[in-house]
């Protein structure tokens, strides 16, 4: 049991290790969307949680550098509205070669927009990503949500949302801004010369153009030395791998833990399980999901709660919520933090509204695929963990043997037939945490208990002989 214990705070402090991040306080945080980037919904994911880590350590500002032919409509109207709209630091954007559709979209939801010399913004109109046709009705209702959610942000922003409905829809007539015009049925796209034209003593769209990102940090009056680039590190990209593979890390965690119940002291166990569920929380905290300090903790109190059924008060009040407790923190840990954020929010072309099952659906399935694998591999250590030969479950033997003062000889009876052990009387020669050996006609049988806790030198009774166990209980 010490082992189980060390290894638990050697889980926690690894973990709490890996959850070291470089504070964003005082910090220009620069995020990059490249070419394929608004495609990837796991940087959106990145992004929001870029951009809360933004709000909570208090830095100083947030650059939004873009050369991008645009992507996801809804995951960048959420960045938009739930996010950059309540950004409490002063956010731009930087277009560095070009910002289109959903790139132009990010882009008027800054505070201020910069670009580079023959740059171009605009043609933010909605498409169907798989290339299909969106019929009339169904475009007015997608026009009509986006054009009332954009222009809201662009109106907080300072933006003209005049020029935002240009790039955003086409109309069957010449549509004018001040010197810039869009014919009927086109979409307006502004290079940055266009967008820095003045116009009723503002600018059409951008505050001005700069050569790079070196010299917009000194136009906007930081030193070079507060910038950070916020870049998915290997860690948080092999995060969404192993959040992905978390029921086999399950599976591995029960199965270890069952090894090591049935091989204390040997440590081999506790080692494996503090290995995948070390994993298991690391991948799933990185990777954006609830698998934070306060889950791990639930998770961690379970498991002691089931060493505590086990080898102090044998009953089945503390197994039972122990074992509630773990599959509840392996449930959670699972489940995306935005999506339960984002629960009760309405899906505007649907209208569903985002339910608990909807965001607990996969989590449930993940964990159902574990809980199935570890009850099948505990079967099999089980049926054979017996017959393995490890130099740590030998030495474990000769210390159960030598305390119940079993010869060699003795020690081979293990393993009678059932017809021979039923109602059959004996002593326990060790204490009974449900497992233990006791002697039954001069010979030492391996048996468990019903979950009771049984003394050493108690007189016991066989009630039943499985495949895999002896059943004793007290006379």
């Known amino acids: 049991m010490r082992t189980i214990f060390i290894s638990l705070s050697l889980m926690l402090w690894t973990l709490s290790s890996f959850a070291e991040e470089v504070s964003y306080t005082d910090k220009v945080v620069v995020i990059t969307v490249g070419e394929k980037d608004l495609v990837n919904k796991q940087s959106f994911k990145f992004w929001r949680r870029t951009l809360e880590r933004v709000n909570e350590e208090k830095a100083k500002a947030v650059i939004f550098q873009l050369d991008t032919p645009g992507g996801l409509a809804i995951q960048t109207k959420d960045i938009m509205v739930n996010e950059l709209r309540d950004l409490e630091v002063p956010s731009y954007a930087f277009v560095d070669d070009e910002a289109i559709s959903a790139g132009a979209l990010i882009s008027v939801a800054t505070d201020e927009i910069w670009m580079t010399p023959g740059s171009t913004i605009g043609a933010a109109a909605i498409v169907n990503g798989t290339g299909a046709e969106i019929g009339d009705t169904m475009r007015a209702k997608l026009e009509s949500f986006f054009d009332a959610n954009v222009r809201a942000v662009t109106k907080d922003k300072g933006h003209p949302t005049e020029i935002v409905k240009m ?162 923190a392996l449930l959670f840990s699972m489940v995306d933090r935005f999506d339960f954020k984002d629960i009760g929010s309405v899906d505007f072309i649907t209208g569903d509204k985002s339910s608990w099952l909807g965001v607990f659906a996969t989590p449930l399935l993940l964990l159902s695929i574990g809980l199935i694998g570890s009850i099948i591999l505990i079967y099999y250590l089980m049926k054979y963990l017996p017959k393995v030969s490890i130099p740590g479950i030998i030495l474990n033997r000769e210390i159960g043997r030598k305390e119940s003062g079993a010869t060699d000889s003795e020690m081979k009876t293990d393993g009678l037939a059932a017809t021979d052990l039923i109602g059959k009387e004996g002593k326990a020669t060790m204490d009974l945490r449900p497992a233990g ?39």
């Open 167 to 328: 790039m955003m829809f086409i109309d069957d007539e010449d549509r004018k801004y001040g010197p810039i015009e869009v014919k009927k049925g086109s979409l307006l796209t502004l290079t940055a010369e266009e967008a820095v034209t003045n116009y009723k003593g503002n600018s059409i769209l951008a505050e001005g153009i700069v050569k790079d990102r070196n010299e917009l940090i000194e136009v906007l009056g930081f030193d070079s030395s507060e910038v950070m680039d916020a870049t998915q590190t290997g860690f948080e990209k092999l995060a969404w791998y192993i959040a992905f593979v978390s029921p086999i890390l399950i599976l591995i965690g029960i199965g270890a833990v069952y090894f090591e119940m049935k091989t204390p002291g040997t440590g081999i166990g506790a080692v494996i399980a503090l290995i995948a569920f070390g994993i298991f929380f690391f991948g799933n905290n990185v990777a954006g999901n609830l698998a934070g300090y306060e889950v791990i903790a639930i998770f961690v109190a379970g498991l002691i709660f089931v060493i505590i059924e086990i080898f102090v008060f044998p009953g089945i009040i503390f197994g039972v919520l122990g074992a509630l407790m773990m599959i509840g």
């Open 437 to 475: 050996k006791v002697s039954i006609d001069g010979k030492t049988i391996d048996v468990i208990t019903g979950g009771e806790f049984i003394k050493k030198g108690t007189r016991v009774k066989v009630v039943a002989q499985e495949k895999m166990r002896t059943v004793v209980e007290k006379v």
